[in-house]
Structure formats: C-alpha cells, structure tokens
C-alpha cells in the first residue's frame, strides 16, 4: 500500500470512526544525562516536529485513547499520565499553512474538521525504558531538550511550554521524581532532575538535607561506580512513604 492510499484510509478512519473536532496530543517526557527531554515525531518527508497524539475512536474514552497513543510510540503501559489542558482557541494555528509545511494532500469533504480542540496529556517515563516508535504518517522520532526545540507544527510548541509550566507547578505534590528516574539513582543525580525541571540550579547542601530528612529514599548497600571522587551510595525510593508525603504535602523541598 502507497502512502497516499495510506493516507485516503486514515482519512476514512477519522470520518467514520473518530470523534470529529477533539483530538489529543501527548507530551512524553523523560529524563538523561541531565537533561530534562521530550519525545517527537518528525513528519514524514519533511524538518518539520510534533507531539505524539491523534483522534479517539468513538468507542474509547480520552483517557483510554491517550494510554494507546502513549502505549504505540514508547512501548510501556500503566504510565504516570495526567489531563493538564484543553487547547481551544478558535484560531489554533493556520490550517492551510500547516497542510502546506505537511505536504499532505487536502483530506476529502467531511473527513478533516474545520476546527479542531486539544486535550494535552503529559506522561512521565523512564527515558531508558523506551522502545521509539514512529507512526505511518512520520519517518523519525527522537528525543529533544525541553530548551532546544526543532520547528513544530499546530500550536505544539505551546502546548509544550503549557507542559512544562504545569510539571513545574506538581513538583511538589505529583510523583515526579518516582517516574522519571531510574529505580536505582544517586542523590546529586536526582538534584539534577529537580534542577533540569525547574531550570535552576539548587544548593546541593540544602538539597541533600532536605531529601533525605523527608524519609521517602532508601540507601541501598551499593555505589555508584567508575566516578572521579569518591564513589556515592545508591538509593530508591521508599514508594509508601513517597505516597504519604504527597498525599500529606510535606513533598515542599524545592
């Protein structure tokens, strides 16, 4: 099958089958070498980026259409993921520009609607859990720094910004810290995810004081190896007590 004769059956499927008007877009991030990232599709034959997302199937609920999509571009199932926005505006983004820098055919009468709302989702993953998987309608997908961003498409540089805003917000009372780190992590290491989610820099002494005083880390009897000075210890998080704190709002250390 052709991508065009891909495409006139995608466009089939979103007239007869889909929820015309509201579809949904996933902000994936993740967290490596100290670096707060997102996860993007590259549109097929073209430099220009965008969120993973879609419309949802009349039988399905959002949630349950946001877990697929998810679920189709890393590979993982049960991930944190939270609604954070409906993106509305009547003027979202220009339609015919964005077919253009698309280099998509026009879709046939009735199976592209003329407006179309939003529902931002944002997932937090493990970055080395992920299995990347494209879409037919991408040739790529990567992962980028939430502060170097390549062209967008839509109104998905906004709906990232929003993201990020709303992640920064939660710091303190959604298990952010649980589901971007790997199960094993140093303490420096997670300053550097607060650091990297906030966009500022933290007084380690502080940091490391306030961490270990809220009683949700377990020290493991191993180290971090194959570091200059020396080796610190690994730890985990204690999941329970990790829960209480969020539930009770003692998680205010940054």
């Known amino acids: 099958m052709t991508y065009s004769d891909k495409l006139i059956s995608y466009y089939k499927i979103i007239a007869n089958d889909c929820v015309l008007g509201v579809s949904l877009d996933c902000v994936i991030f993740g967290f490596h070498d100290t670096r707060l990232k997102v996860f993007l599709l590259r549109w097929k034959e073209t430099d220009e ?9 009349k ?4 949630d349950d259409a946001a877990s697929r999509v998810l679920y189709e571009r890393t590979g993982l199932n049960q991930l944190f993921l939270q609604q954070f926005h409906l993106f509305g505006d009547a003027n979202r983004y220009d339609r015919d520009d964005t077919w253009q820098r698309q280099k998509m055919p026009m879709p046939f009468s009735g199976a592209w609607p003329d407006r179309t709302i939003s529902m931002g989702y944002y997932a937090l993953v493990d970055y080395t859990k992920v299995t990347p998987t494209a879409d037919f309608l991408s040739d790529a997908c990567d992962w980028f720094d939430v502060g170097e961003l390549p062209s967008l498409l839509y109104d998905h540089c906004r709906i990232i910004n929003v993201a990020l805003q709303t992640l920064r917000l939660q710091l303190n009372w959604q298990p952010i810290g649980l589901n971007l780190m790997p199960e094993k992590f140093t303490i420096p290491e997670l300053q550097r995810l607060y650091e990297a989610v906030l966009g500022r820099p933290l007084d380690s002494r502080n940091f490391h004081k306030k961490i270990t005083g809220l009683s949700i880390l377990t020290r493991l009897d191993e180290r971090r190896t194959g570091k200059a000075h020396k080796s610190p210890y690994l730890y985990q998080f204690d999941q329970l007590n990790y829960q209480k704190a969020l539930i009770n709002g003692n998680l205010i250390f940054v």
């Open 49 to 57: 980026w965008c969120l993973p997302g879609g419309f949802i199937y």
């Open 59 to 62: 039988t399905e609920s959002v």
